[in-house]
């Protein structure tokens, strides 16, 4: 899958990159909630406007992270 940062949902992103699970966790203090149980089934925009979040560092984090799991494999 290639990430699409705004028509991606949490649910295809981790799906299909595991890798990405460590950086939503990473920003559920920052939400305040566990982001994987609360927004599911959001677009990463949807979810940085929902929880207050940076979205251009969400969607950097995730990248970064996509981008290192494909060196791995």
Avoid: S
């Avoid at 949902?9 to 950086?23: N, R």
């Amino acid at each position: 899958m290639t990430f699409a940062p705004d028509t991606a949902t949490v649910l295809d992103l981790v799906a299909a990159h595991p890798a990405t699970e460590a950086v939503f966790r990473r920003y559920d203090a920052a939400a305040g909630c566990c982001l994987l149980c609360q927004g599911l089934f959001e677009t990463v925009p949807a979810l940085a406007a929902r929880f207050g979040l940076d979205a251009q560092a969400l969607r950097a984090d995730l990248l970064q992270a996509i981008t290192q799991e494909k060196k791995e494999k």
